[in-house]
């Protein structure tokens, strides 16, 4: 009971660390594209399940819905007479064409909508019932919080059968991956997914090898909730099988049925929660459910069954080894060190573990990996979309880091004895195993730091195997620097601060969406109208430069974008990810004026 105490209060400890440095950071981070659409389809699922209203027609319409040039007189926030503010989401949409809940009955499609529902609810509570915080920043109040819950979760499950070693390196490397660290502020799909899916797994092994149905129960619920966010929670199926096919061994080569009648019932009833907690959160499938969820599982099967890479260098023997080397080059040095030796532990000891610990780990983190690899599948834009994979990494790490110390200490142990002077021979090895385990930690002070010099830009961190960012890109590697449009953000604060007043701002090729229109300043105008090309009114230009730049921006667009000269730049190892050019005549380049 004791270390049971220390463990909890080490978990609460790691969660309200990964918790508030969240919301102390929120503002630093954007928006990225895949946004927008699920708030909108969230608030109008979340109106009907809250008030049974189909449109927004008894809410004010506010200014930051519609772009300035329109010229409506509409207020900021409406103020009643009882001295109550009325704040509507700009995601509170009230266009027919993708905006009601009407139309999403219609006409929805692709992921499902729960982690959209609840992302809006906390902007209910936290933006339009309370005004604590800002619009964009309460929806990603829900995303930092299913983050702090993986990150101190983790750190309970691998303390619990590691060791509060191992559950702090678990901890460390889960919270400082980078791109874990960075999307789990503001990426609604891809990091809850890897939340809720871990979650699942944790209290699934939880319950069978406790012997406890109700953990079962609560891990169908978790798998509900990843179900409803995305559908790679599937494949957890896959890790479960594999997993207890190797931990029940004994009892199916006798042909014995392993589980309890408790828990018999538990795992029929797993599939069912799962299945209901989709089905009710997703008003979409009220109306004709077989027929909706063919429709979604075909969606599914279309992107999922697409080489998005073109370049045959990442294919080898038919198999596409894009996500492969992306985790190899995005992954810290320290953390791909310590999961090869978790790997090796795994395969020399997992076999020997009553509970086939590090077997189901190591399952769970090879399944998502070798799902994207199989001939004709792929992935973009990195490995976020694959994100489940990084926790099991980082329990791997855990466990390496635990099995090198304790290799450590027992050969320091030996030789030390070898000596002929008794104080050395008699060196406590308590004390060893503690300097191993210390610098162990601090072997974690380099990605720190990094992270911190390249802020908010962690998520298009690359390794020195590359040579960072800079490397990538002089390798034209797919995909390096792609931020989905997070990063516009910081080109917007530049804007706020710098641009004249009434100043017109162009996107490239961005959509609207990228920048909502309540981060800019009131008196400045966003739309891409206002290009105005060699004919230079003066507008600013803003769009991010990453590996799609070349593939995406219209030829003619580029040419003429290199004759002016950068007026503002972020940069990340020396890389430039995003630019904003003032498109007048005393930005061009000498040679075209």
Known sequence: MHKFRIRLYFGIIVFLIFFTQGIWGLSDYGINWDEPVHYIRGQAYLRYLLTGKTDYSDLPKLKSHYPKFLGYDLPSEVILEDDKTIRRSIYQYDSEYRGT???????????????????????????????????????????????????????????????????????????????????????????????????????????????????????????????????????????????????????????????????????????????????????????????????????????????????????????????????????????????????????????????????????????????????NAGIYGGVRQIMEFIPAMAILSGIGANYIVILLNGYIVKRLKQFNNSTIQQFPSKTTLLILQAICILAFLPITLKLISIHPNENVYLNPLIGGLKGAKERNFADWGVTLGTTYQQGVEWLNEKAEKNANVSLVKGLHSNIPRTTLREDINLHNRYYSGENKKGEYIIEVTDYRWIIDIPKEKRIYLDTLSPVYEVKVDNVAILKIWKNDVWNTEATDR
């Not at 819950?149 to 901890?171: C, D, E, K, M, R």
């Not at 997993?243 to 042909?255: D, F, M, N, P, V």
């Not at 279309?302 to 996500?323: E, H, P, R």
């Open 101 to 375: 809940f009407q139309w999403f009955l219609q006409n929805d499609s692709g992921h499902p909508p729960l982690n959209g529902i609840l992302a809006s609810f906390f902007n209910y509570i936290f933006y339009q019932k309370l005004g604590i915080m800002g619009d964009i920043e309460s929806y990603h109040v829900f995303v930092i919080l299913t983050g702090s819950l993986l990150v101190a979760s983790t750190f309970l499950f691998v303390s619990y059968y590691f060791g509060i070693f191992a559950g702090i390196i678990a901890t460390l490397s889960l919270a400082l991956y980078p791109l874990f660290f960075s999307e789990s502020h503001f990426n609604i799909k891809d990091p809850v997914e890897a939340a809720f899916y871990s979650l699942t797994l944790f209290a699934f092994y939880v319950g069978i090898v406790k012997g406890k149905w109700k953990w079962v129960i609560i891990s169908g619920i978790f798998a509900g909730f990843a179900l409803g966010t995305k559908f790679n929670i599937v494949f957890a199926g896959l890790t479960l099988v594999v997993w207890l096919t190797i931990y029940y061994w004994r009892s199916i080569k006798r042909l014995a049925w392993p589980f309890s009648k408790p828990l018999t019932a538990s795992l029929v009833l797993f599939p069912c929660i799962a299945l209901a907690i989709l089905y009710i959160s997703w008003p979409y499938l009220w109306q004709n459910p077989i027929h909706n969820l063919l429709n979604i599982f075909n969606y599914y099967k279309s992107i999922g069954s697409i080489s998005y890479q073109t370049d045959t260098s990442f294919v080898f023997l038919g198999f596409n080894t894009y996500a492969i080397q992306w985790i190899v080059y995005a992954t810290p040095l320290v953390i791909l060190f310590l999961t090869f030796f978790g790997i090796i532990y795994t395969f020399t000891k997992g076999l020997k573990e009553k509970g086939k610990t590090s077997l189901l780990v190591l399952i769970w983190f090879i399944v998502p990996i070798a799902r994207v690899t199989m001939p």
